[in-house]
């Protein structure tokens, strides 16, 4: 199947109305991103900020960009101009930048806190007990542009659909758990972006409002750099 059959595959068939698909477009080139816009894709996702800067310059500029992979904080400012929204985000002192580099743009800048679900070491994100300590921050409350929408998470890289479940499902109650004490009154916090190819259906079931979804939709992982040379 094409790209674009992928995707409608995946929008008619596969996953709920209800929830957004990010097309994971990292390592991938700028001509099967252009063929996933073109059969109406316009949420990607990247996880090096020089790969995404350099696809932005060359892709339509209605494509919402998403970061998704680690960020450090002396990159945040490439990507503050346009970027749409930062899932990665797993410490103060990185929302401290985002802020900064947003009220340059003059922009508010919509962030996800990445919440550490997986029984893995090489993971990144928040502990529970972190993420709570930051949201009751007074430098927090202090940041005037940007946009806490919700919690993203990765789960362990596993075939046991039950430790799967049993991740996104923590992650949901931890997120109802954090709307109910910091954003009753906020409509707008109401993204859990959890779920990729392997295991995306679980986390819809789990209820995920966001999936990121990569070889289900371009194929596996290419072995030449994604740049057009």
């Not at 993971?123 to 929408?149: H, V």
Request: charged share 30%; with cysteine; net charge neutral.
């Amino acid at each position: 199947m094409s790209i674009a059959d992928n995707i409608k595959s995946l929008k008619n068939e596969t996953i709920p109305k209800k929830v957004t698909l990010i097309a994971v477009s990292k390592t991938k080139p700028v001509a099967d991103i252009q063929e996933a816009y073109d059969a109406g894709q316009r949420e990607f996702g990247e996880n090096t900020v020089q790969e995404m800067v350099e696809k932005q310059e060359q892709l339509p500029k209605d494509i919402q960009w998403h970061q998704i992979g680690h960020l450090q904080t002396n990159k945040v400012k490439y990507i503050a101009p346009f970027i749409s929204m930062i899932q990665s985000v797993d410490s103060l002192k990185l929302l401290q930048e985002i802020n900064k580099q947003a009220e340059k743009n003059n922009r508010t800048i919509d962030c996800l806190l990445q919440i550490y679900i997986a029984d893995e070491e090489t993971k990144f994100g928040l502990g529970f007990d972190e993420a709570i300590e930051l949201l009751r921050s007074n430098e927090f409350a202090s940041f005037k542009n940007i946009r806490i929408r919700g919690l993203m998470g990765i789960a362990t890289n596993t075939d046991k659909e039950k430790q799967l479940k049993d991740e996104f499902q923590e992650l949901k109650v931890f997120f109802d758990g954090i709307k109910q004490s910091f954003f009753r009154k906020e409509n707008s916090f109401d993204v859990i972006s959890m779920g990729m190819s392997s295991d995306y259906e679980i986390a819809i079931e789990q209820g995920s409002t966001m999936i990121r979804v990569g070889s289900t939709i371009f194929g596996g992982r290419v072995i030449k750099h994604w740049k057009n040379n």
